[in-house]
């Protein structure tokens, strides 16, 4: 065999490498447009170098304190300015960030931090509730950080649980700090937690090299150009916010805190702050199509929303489209950096009618240009599956946008990684032109007679009825054919159950749209349980819907 004669190239003492790090997009960022503003809570704005400036006195702090490499620094706050800084400021310092769901009980708070072996603890004094009563659970207690909003009066429970306020802390940082060089792009960045809906969360270890990349991604999957404004719908525990904190830094724009997601704060933040992105579930789309016109009126700009979870209703997508906002579709999991698939659009769809765009839209589409590998296959042989929009496989990806691993748990990484490709456990089929469109969670399809029904297929003509506000469809357990289809719905504003619209109006609208043996066998109206990223939690409506037979 011959000798590499490029191999002399390969010494990363040299000055063509640097390992990949997105705190680089706030350095370029306060270096060449230090005056450009970058964040905006209320009254409170600061520019690029101002927020430099802050994120390296924090990391100075930390340092002198004595946390760093290798420690977990967890935050639980809303969309603030604070929570912002800290995606640059606590890996600034080498430890790991660890932002919490809010809207988690206190149990599991206390695991996660006790499962992270968090350090310290910046808490927003919204949750000082719910987090004194988690500290109260771990053995080892890390430093709490008070951090004080002054645009929210809060409630009279809200209380200092911390040993110092986020001010305090910045006070003992230096503005000029060199804070410790990243030597290794695989080294972690941040540690997310899954929903735990089955069981204990589990810690996703997010590295350096993804989250730049992902970021990167995110730009160029939006289009996005030099200093977007972006509104914080999406919470920033979510996938550190999709990767938007660094996405943001990397075009210089602005990132606008939003604290609690409602319509009119959003429709009002749009239009004064002249927001031109934001991202959100599909029942955040639904709750801004539902509000009436004039909350909607004024908006003049170009406005650009991202949308994943649950798969979006067409008839979703079509309403923020007719509202002139610009919908793109992406998906993913914790486990790869949120965003990591998206429906490209495509110029010959513009002839298209709305509606058959729309659906077009609807498909979760292609991988994204950081992403190497996406296929649609069978779990058990791994063998791609028929490009014909018709046999469905589990979805698999691989790539630098998937995961270093689980964190304390090697077997649960392993089973994931079985085969060199990451398993989703979600249900697609391949279109003959290579986009993927979801079906199912491989837990959420029903099997009636023999059938396979697409509780999303069903829910997609649900939607399409006028006095149906969200919907859920799961399986119900049934003597006679194993399973059958139980819709759970939450109608618009003003319509009465019973009233209004009853049980069988929903069974006879479904037979008239699609086959009979989809047609939903029982129907429950009420409102549906949700988490905090506005999922709606099909596993508590399987327990109620088998609760129905006894």
Request: charged residues 25%; glycine residues 8%; negative net charge.
């Amino acid at each position: 065999m011959s000798v590499n004669i490029y191999n002399q190239y390969l010494d990363k003492n040299n000055a063509n490498y640097t390992a990949l790090s997105p705190i680089s997009f706030l350095e370029r960022s306060a270096f060449v447009y230090p005056d450009k503003l970058a964040t905006i809570n209320g009254d409170i704005r600061r520019n690029w170098a101002e927020v430099y400036s802050r994120c390296r006195q924090i990391a100075c702090a930390l340092n002198k304190r004595g946390y760093g490499k290798g420690d977990t620094i967890s935050i639980i706050a809303p969309n603030i300015n604070e929570h912002f800084e800290a995606h640059f400021a606590i890996p600034m310092s080498g430890a790991v960030l660890n932002s919490i769901n809010t809207r988690l009980d206190a149990e599991t708070i206390a695991f996660i931090m006790q499962h992270a072996e968090t350090k310290v603890l910046f808490v927003d004094k919204e949750f000082s509730v719910v987090i004194d009563k988690a500290l109260h659970m771990v053995p080892n207690k890390p430093l709490v950080i008070d951090i004080e909003d002054p645009n929210f009066a809060g409630s009279d429970d809200m209380r200092a649980i911390g040993s110092m306020t986020y001010d305090e802390l910045l006070a003992e940082g230096d503005a000029d700090y060199e804070y410790p060089r990243l030597e290794d792009e695989w080294d972690a960045i941040t540690l997310n937690y899954t929903s735990g809906t089955t069981g204990d969360p589990k810690g996703v270890v997010y590295h350096y090299r993804g989250a730049y990349l992902n970021a990167v991604s995110n730009v160029m999957s939006w289009n996005m150009e030099d200093h977007p404004a972006y509104l914080w719908t999406l919470p920033m525990f979510h996938c550190n916010g999709w990767c938007f904190p660094w996405s943001i830094a990397a075009k210089a724009g602005v990132s606008v805190s939003l604290r609690h997601v409602v319509a009119e704060d959003i429709f009002n933040s749009i239009r004064e702050n002249k927001v031109t992105h934001f991202c959100g579930a599909p029942i955040v789309l639904n709750m801004l199509n539902s509000v009436d016109d004039s909350m909607k009126a004024g908006i003049e700009h170009e406005v650009k929303v991202m949308t994943a979870g649950a798969p979006p209703p067409a008839s979703v997508i079509q309403g923020m489209e007719e509202m002139g906002i610009k919908v793109t579709h992406v998906y993913g999991l914790t486990e790869t950096y949120g965003p990591s698939v998206g429906c490209a659009w495509k110029d010959e769809w513009n002839d298209q009618t709305e509606e058959q765009k729309a659906r077009l839209k609807a498909r979760q589409g292609v991988k994204s240009p950081m992403l190497e590998g996406l296929m649609v296959a069978d779990p058990e042989t791994l063998e791609p599956v028929a490009k014909d929009g018709e046999t469905i496989g589990e979805i698999f990806m691989r790539g630098n946008l998937v995961m270093k691993g689980y964190l304390k748990n090697p077997s649960t990484t392993d089973a994931a990684f079985e085969g060199g490709w990451f398993r989703s456990g979600d249900l697609a089929v391949w279109h003959p032109d290579g986009y993927i469109d979801i079906k199912d969670r491989s837990k959420d399809v029903i099997i009636s007679g023999g059938e396979n029904i697409s509780s999303i297929e069903v829910e997609d003509i649900l939607y399409r009825h006028p006095k149906v506000n969200e919907v859920a469809v799961v399986a119900r357990a049934d003597e006679k054919w194993g399973e059958t289809p139980c819709a759970f719905i939450a109608l618009t504003s003003g319509c009465e159950a019973g009233v209004d619209i009853t049980e069988d109006d929903i069974i006879e609208f479904c037979r008239s749209n699609m086959a009979n043996f989809k047609t939903p066998k029982t129907v429950v109206f009420g409102e549906l349980p949700k988490t905090s990223t506005g999922k709606i939690q099909k596993f508590l409506l399987r327990q109620q819907a088998n609760e129905l037979n006894s």
